[in-house]
T-cell receptor
Framework: KNQVEQSPQSLIILEGKNCTLQCNYTVSPFSNLRWYKQDTGRGPVSLTI?????NTKSNGRYTATLDADTKQSSLHITASQLSDSASYIC????????????FGAGTRLAVHP | EPEVTQTPSHQVTQMGQEVILRCVPISNHLYFYWYRQILGQKVEFLVSFYNNEISEKSEIFDDQFSVERPDGSNFTLKIRSTKLEDSAMYFCASTIGGHGYTFGSGTRLTVV
């Protein structure tokens, strides 16, 4: 069954600290992996997208890694800010079909001053 | 930057009533989607729409649901007879194809 699992479920860090969020997936066949940021009550906003041939992708203070062999990805956030408080969702796009996405449950990040 | 627009932002309806959720995708996009997120749960795929027809749908998308692109700009999701368990955030998304995906801000549907 196609699944996306994320850890931890929630995380509290102090402003200015770094953190790393994890994602494991069993989606097959695999086309791409995305990380989204979702504020409460809002739609997901894309942070990064990687195809199976890419190992890393950065977007400002966000750096995503992908190991397609072990089916693992991580999202590293550096120098966290209060505005980083949100849910971070790992999303996998299977190949073929019409580009539907499979979502993980997300990691809820709280950045405290 | 182009946006996917959804209206209304919040809709309250009585159980058994019909609701129509509206979306205006990005103008040059070709693929359109509806997803939903029940409070505290994952975002789930409902349906994809391409070339004026449903291209894929999930088990959730039963006979109570329908989608339409009535005028070349709007994309609607209709729920014929709402149930309490239909209460959720409904997200519309569109893509030109390939990897670019843009989500709307969602419609919060509350069935009472």
């Amino acid at each position: 069954k196609n699944q996306v699992e994320q850890s931890p479920q929630s995380l509290i860090i102090l402003e200015g600290k770094n953190c790393t969020l994890q994602c494991n997936y069993t989606v097959s066949p695999f086309s791409n992996l995305r990380w989204y940021k979702q504020d409460t009550g809002r739609g997901p906003v894309s942070l990064t997208i990687m195809t199976f041939s890419e190992n890393t992708k950065s977007n400002g203070r966000y750096t995503a890694t992908l190991d397609a062999d072990t089916k693992q990805s991580s999202l590293h956030i550096t120098a966290s800010q209060l505005s980083d408080s949100a849910s971070y969702i790992c999303v996998v796009g299977p190949s073929g079909g019409y580009n539907k996405l499979i979502f993980g449950a997300g990691t809820r990040l709280a950045v405290h001053p | 930057e182009p946006e996917v627009t959804q209206t209304p932002s919040h809709q309250v309806t009585q159980m058994g009533q019909e609701v129509i959720l509206r979306c205006v995708p990005i103008s040059n996009h070709l693929y359109f989607y509806w997803y939903r997120q029940i409070l505290g749960q994952k975002v789930e795929f409902l349906v994809s729409f391409y070339n004026n027809e449903i291209s894929e749908k999930s088990e959730i998308f039963d006979d109570q649901f329908s989608v339409e692109r009535p005028d070349g700009s709007n994309f609607t999701l209709k729920i014929r007879s709402t149930k309490l368990e239909d209460s959720a955030m409904y997200f519309c998304a569109s893509t030109i194809g390939g990897h670019g995906y843009t989500f709307g801000s969602g419609t919060r549907l509350t069935v009472v």
